[in-house]
């Protein structure tokens, strides 16, 4: 189906709508092939980074991987042959994405070292007014951000965090000119970066102390590098498009082990155990290690090396909370000061504060950073109100733990195309999902999720400091897809 006819406004030239995409990410690349495909080539992204990737262009620490099976990672529209091993390194998704804007010609749109720091809605005009750090203005249309829940660095609230005289970074700004070797190591926080890079930092330390508040389910990583020949077979698209269905189906089984007392979530505790008990022989050690919460209240993690890292004797596992940072080191609460070199901060990222460095003014006034103070919310993630024109990828709830985040970008990409053709072909300034659509939505969402796993007995990046669960979507990636393939309009206002 081709798109509407464009329409142009008056003492302007170029094509309506306008588009301005935030973030040259898996999301925003998606997005810009997506619209292209269908026709509508006025759009820009804006990068404030450097280059494309968006987390994987951040996160280029030691051992940065996937957690997703590459060729499930990766768009269903430009499927790769060429992964390297079945779950992919940050260096080779950062190459593909590369690869895949240079493909679609995405080049000429994207502006990168261009941060947008405030976007305001004028009702008259039906226009987004955006600008951006370097003061330049843009006009669009329509405006389209992903959330990007891990983006923003989260750094412990401690006290004395500016007292260590060390040196200090953040696993997602990895300074990779320092030298671990014979240095006495602090990693605060056990997450998934943490369990990636520590294996690495561990063989250069001479003295590593890893920070633990508590424990993480752990699953074994089967991975293996393809060969040539499967490669070979790879290339013929009916057989790569055959083996990523396979992929789809089995991350999807997944999701069964994420409903509490299911058959499913007891086998992947048993796993857990097992990979557990096997690893760390010492009983004492594999007792700090075992998670008292249910698993998949947060995020599991998949490792091969993370726990034979602990038993090397320069490691050393704290479970002592920490009571401030001193100028040497760390003191734990039992008031025991370790010094240090330097301390890493493997403390993940502020999920629940989405789209926190952009000033997003919607009608009336309202700003996202108000509507979203309790926690973020949105209508199927994608439109919230009173905020027109404005699409959401990435956005509240539609995090998943069993499966590839691309399968929810690529939905949430034609739901926001399907939109914008219906507002061109009703030819009206602009639309906004209804106060009452967005409540309702939400309320159905969230008493699914208080019968979930996530709802578990856990502090974890999925909730709010109050328990609200603000990033998992609840259910099968099938169901959401269904959700969003034809979208309700009586629940929207055109104007």
Not at 365 to 377: E, H, K
Not at 424 to 430: D, K, T, V
Request: hydrophobic content about 40%.
């Amino acid at each position: 189906m081709s798109p509407p006819q464009p329409r142009t406004r008056q003492g302007n030239s170029s094509s309506y709508p306008r588009i301005a995409i935030v973030g040259a990410g898996m999301s925003g690349l998606c997005m810009a092939i997506k619209l292209a495909k269908a026709g509508f080539t006025a759009f820009t992204i804006f990068e404030k980074a450097g280059g494309i990737g968006g987390t994987w262009w951040d996160n280029t620490y030691p051992g940065a991987q996937c957690d997703v099976r590459s060729h499930l990672y990766s768009y269903s529209f430009d499927i790769n042959p060429e992964w390297d091993s079945m779950f992919a390194a940050q260096a080779e998704i950062q190459r593909y994405m590369q690869q895949c804007a240079e493909k679609h010609g995405l080049l000429p749109h994207i502006r990168l070292n261009t941060e947008i720091i405030d976007a305001c809605f004028d009702t008259d005009q039906g226009l987004w007014r955006i600008r951006t750090a370097q003061g330049d203005t843009i006009d669009a249309e329509i405006f389209i951000c992903s959330a990007a829940p891990l983006h923003q660095p989260r750094y412990p609230d401690i006290p004395g965090l500016t007292a260590f005289q060390g040196h200090a970074f953040h696993s997602s700004r990895w300074d990779h000119s320092y030298d671990f070797s014979g240095k006495k190591v602090a990693v605060i926080g056990n997450a998934a970066s943490a369990v990636q890079f520590i294996p690495h930092i561990a063989r250069q330390a001479q003295h590593l102390f890893v920070f633990q508040r508590s424990p993480q389910w752990i699953l074994p990583r089967s991975n293996h590098r393809y060969t040539h020949w499967q490669k070979t077979l790879f290339r013929l698209t009916p057989i790569a498009r055959a083996y990523r269905y396979g992929l789809y189906w089995l991350h999807e089984s997944y999701r069964l082990g994420f409903t509490q007392g299911s058959i499913a979530a007891k086998l992947a505790t048993k796993a857990a155990e097992k990979h557990l008990h096997h690893q760390i022989p010492d009983s004492a050690l594999r007792a700090l290690l075992r998670p008292t919460y249910p698993m998949g209240c947060k995020r599991v993690l998949i490792s091969n090396d993370y726990y034979p890292t602990l038993m090397r004797p320069n490691v050393e596992l704290v479970t002592s909370s920490i009571e401030r940072f001193t100028s040497n080191g760390i003191t734990t609460v039992d008031g025991k000061e370790r010094s240090v070199d330097i301390i890493i901060f493997a403390t993940g990222f502020e999920s629940t504060q989405m789209l926190s460095s952009v000033r997003i003014t919607g009608l009336a006034g309202a700003t996202l950073a108000t509507a979203w103070q309790t926690s973020p919310q949105a209508y199927r993630g994608v439109t919230v109100s009173e905020f027109p024109n404005f699409f959401l990828l990435l956005g509240p709830n539609t995090g998943q733990g069993h499966t590839s985040t691309l399968i929810f970008i690529e939905a949430q990409a034609d739901y926001a195309i399907r939109c914008i053709r219906e507002l061109m072909q009703r030819r009206q300034r602009y639309m906004a999902i209804k106060p009452e659509a967005m409540a309702d939505y939400n309320i159905q969402l969230q008493q699914r999720l208080q019968r979930s796993v996530w709802a578990g007995e856990c502090r974890s990046w999925y909730k709010t400091d109050t328990g609200k669960i603000v990033a998992i979507y609840p259910g099968f990636s099938f169901t959401y897809l269904q959700e969003l393939r034809r979208p309700r309009f009586n629940d929207y206002l055109f104007i």
